[in-house]
C-alpha cells in the first residue's frame, strides 16, 4: 500500500516546465500534467505539443489528467506520446469501456476521474478496467481551491468498492491537497495524492513533496482500511 506522491504543474512556472519537473525529479513519483480545454473546464492550459515536449525533458512519468471533452478522440494519443497515466472524466467520455480499453492497449495506465458532485457507484463495474480511480476534492479547472471535505464519505466508499473489487486500482485525489488536508485524504482511504500549490509555491518544492509524504505515511499506517486481512480495524 505505497503512498505516491504526484506534484501538479499547474502551479509551476510554464516558462520553465523542465527545471521545475527537475525540482521534484529525486522525490515525486509521478509528475502530474493538466490538460484543460476551456470547454469541460473554464480554463485552458496545455495540450499535446507540450507533452510531448516535456516528456524528453523529465525522468518522471507523466499522470496526464484530461479535463477536456471529447476524450474519445484525444485520449490515446497522450498515451502513444508516452504518457504512464492517462485519466479521462466519466463526465465527458462517451464510451468508457472502449476508451479505458485504448489507452491500455497503447501502453499508458488508464484512469477515471469523477467530479465532487458525481456519485462512484454507478462505476463499480468498470473497476476491473482501470489502474487509477481519480476523485476530484475541488470542482476541476484551477489550482489553489479550498479542499472539498465532502467528498472524504465518497472516498471512504470508494476505497470500500475497491477493497471488494480486488484488484490493484489505484485511488487518487486532487484538489486542496495540503499538509493541512493530505491526512484526512490518506486516512479515508487516498493512496495517489496531486498536489499543485501546495508543491510549487513552496520554497522548497522538493522538500514540500517529502513532508506531505511522511504526513500521508503516518496516516495511512493508522488507517483501518489499509489493515491487512484478518487485523483488527
Ligand atoms: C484542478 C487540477 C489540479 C490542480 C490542483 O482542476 O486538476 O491538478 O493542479 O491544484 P491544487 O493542489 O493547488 O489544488
Ligand atoms: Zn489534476
Given at each position: 500500500m505505497a503512498v505516491q506522491l504526484a506534484p501538479s504543474?499547474?502551479?509551476a512556472d510554464f516558462a520553465r516546465l523542465a527545471d521545475e519537473a527537475g525540482a521534484v525529479?529525486?522525490?515525486a513519483d509521478?509528475?502530474?500534467i493538466d490538460v484543460m480545454d476551456n470547454h469541460f473546464v473554464p480554463n485552458l492550459t496545455i495540450g499535446?505539443?507540450?507533452?510531448?515536449?516535456l516528456i524528453k525533458h523529465t525522468s518522471l512519468p507523466l499522470d496526464c489528467h484530461l479535463m477536456i471533452e471529447h476524450?474519445?478522440?484525444?485520449?490515446t494519443v497522450y498515451a502513444e506520446a508516452g504518457a504512464g497515466n492517462v485519466t479521462v472524466h466519466a463526465e465527458a467520455a462517451q464510451a468508457p469501456v472502449r476508451l479505458l480499453r485504448?489507452?491500455?492497449s497503447a501502453g499508458a495506465r488508464a484512469g477515471l476521474g469523477i467530479n465532487p458532485a458525481t456519485p462512484v457507484e454507478p462505476y463499480a463495474d468498470l473497476l476491473p478496467e482501470i489502474d487509477m480511480l481519480l476523485l476530484m476534492t475541488v470542482e476541476p479547472g484551477f489550482g489553489g481551491q479550498p479542499f472539498l471535505d465532502l467528498v472524504l464519505p465518497?472516498?471512504?466508499r470508494?476505497?470500500?468498492?475497491l477493497a471488494r473489487h480486488g484488484g490493484a486500482v489505484w485511488l487518487q485525489v486532487d484538489g486542496g491537497v495540503s499538509a493541512a488536508t493530505i491526512e484526512r485524504c490518506a486516512e479515508a482511504g487516498a493512496d495517489v495524492f496531486v498536489a499543485g500549490s501546495a508543491v510549487y509555491h513552496a520554497g522548497d518544492p522538493a522538500a514540500a513533496v517529502r513532508g506531505l509524504r511522511a504526513q500521508a505515511e503516518r496516516a495511512t499506517a493508522g488507517a483501518a482500511w489499509a489493515a491487512g486481512p484478518g487485523q483488527p480495524g
Open positions: 504543474i499547474l502551479s525529479a529525486g522525490e509521478w509528475l502530474h499535446l505539443p507540450v507533452v510531448e515536449s476524450p474519445d478522440r484525444w485520449a485504448e489507452i491500455r465518497k472516498l471512504r470508494a476505497r470500500e468498492l
